[in-house]
């Protein structure tokens, strides 16, 4: 699905390691966007059951990856050449790898008060949904997002990004986005000890589509970033975001 890929990882214009980067996540993102719209449409089945929520999940963690890599890029740059290393071991986990408490999600020791004089920097949350990238990056763009669409034409694909708020999006982001997390990692890691608690398909396919419509909307969103990495222009960003959102109604 190359409008999310696009939405999510940025157009063309991109160079050097960033390129790569966001290229590897990019195919990722393409990738696993393609297979979970097949398991949202098409008639369900076992295969759906069992890796639906793997590749959800997937998709969750590599487009909020992507999107800190352009909001933030040395982040990415960073990972980047850290994994480049000849001393780089894969099966030893680097304290400086990207995770979700504290890449995606801000952990528990960030600065509660934004603009305290007593805040240190190592307790400013730079991760993707805190609160200083919220008033920094997320509400000013929800707000020039908004602006934008509602000069267009009325459409339905649109009509739904009309009613969020930017005073509210990135908190209730975050929390759909942490229990789609959680939802999505019981399905990868299988910890059911009865079958009662068994997904069934519309468990699957719900998780699937609040997935594809909270990364979508982050992505349409990052390209209303005046500083975003590879964005597009808000036209383009406007029409793959109708492209993909057409294809979860």
């Given at each position: 699905m190359t409008a999310l890929a696009l939405l999510l990882c940025g157009g063309n214009n991109c160079q050097g390691t960033a390129k790569v980067a966001l290229d590897q996540l990019s195919s990722s993102v393409a990738g696993f966007s393609g297979r979970v719209i097949r398991y949202l449409t098409e008639e369900f089945s076992q295969d759906a059951l069992t890796f639906g929520p793997f590749c959800a999940r997937v998709l969750l963690e590599n487009s909020c990856a992507a999107l800190v890599g352009r909001l933030d890029s040395f982040r990415m740059l960073?990972?980047?050449e850290f994994q480049a290393q000849p001393e780089y071991e894969h099966g030893k986990r680097a304290r400086s790898a990207f995770s979700w408490s504290g890449d995606v999600m801000p952990d528990?020791?960030?600065?509660?008060q934004l603009w305290s004089l007593d805040n240190e920097l190592p307790k400013i949350s730079r991760a993707l949904l805190s609160k200083h990238m919220e008033h920094v990056y997320w509400k000013p763009a929800v707000e020039r997002m908004l602006d934008f669409v509602s000069t267009l034409p009325p459409d339905p694909a649109l009509a739904e990004l009309l009613a969020l708020d930017a005073d509210t999006y990135v908190s209730e982001t975050r929390g759909r986005g942490a229990?789609?997390?959680?939802?999505?990692?019981?399905?990868?890691?299988w910890e059911f000890f009865t079958s009662a608690l068994l997904f069934d398909e519309l468990t699957v396919k719900t998780a699937i589509r609040d997935t594809c419509l909270l990364v979508s909307r982050l992505?349409?969103?990052?390209?209303?970033v005046p500083t975003a990495y590879g964005s597009l222009s808000e036209s383009e960003a406007i029409a793959e975001y109708v492209s993909f959102r057409r294809l979860l109604s």
């Open positions: 960073y990972l980047s528990d020791k960030a600065a509660q229990q789609l997390y959680s939802t999505l990692s019981k399905g990868v890691h992505g349409l969103i990052s390209h209303f």
